[in-house]
């Protein structure tokens, strides 16, 4: 063997211009295709982006109405609560009312049937008032 390696073209064998040209061209067409499936991918994607957003909106509606349901019988049941307690309140201020007037009237007996008895002890009263206060 030579030392020397000697490469043979073969006339039938594509130069490398035309083997430059044929991977552009391979190129350009696979790239035609990706871009192809990428718009097919993207209108996909698309779709179903805009069917999930439907179904959303539609359980968030079905949703927006039950807690409205709820909110409407939790304010009617507030509302009786709200009477209840009023009917209550109504019922405990007139009994308070009513012992209030009985030791106004008591008080007023006794001052009638002890009038001195009654400015003594309302003087007393009023000057242990007034120390207190000067302090």
Known sequence: MSSKTTMTH?????TQAELTEAHVGLAKEK?????????????LAGETIREAA?????????????VRGELGEAAGA???AAAHVGAIADETLEQVMG??????????????????AAFGAAFAVGWLLSRATRR
């Open 10 to 14: 073969d006339a039938d064998a594509p």
């Open 31 to 43: 790239l035609g295709e990706a871009g192809a499936h990428l718009k097919q991918a993207a209108g």
């Open 54 to 66: 439907s179904a959303a909106t539609a359980q968030l509606g079905a949703g927006a109405g039950k």
């Open 78 to 80: 507030t509302g009786d």
């Open 99 to 116: 012992k209030g007037k009985a030791f106004l009237a008591s008080a007023q007996g006794l001052i009638r049937e002890h009038p001195v």
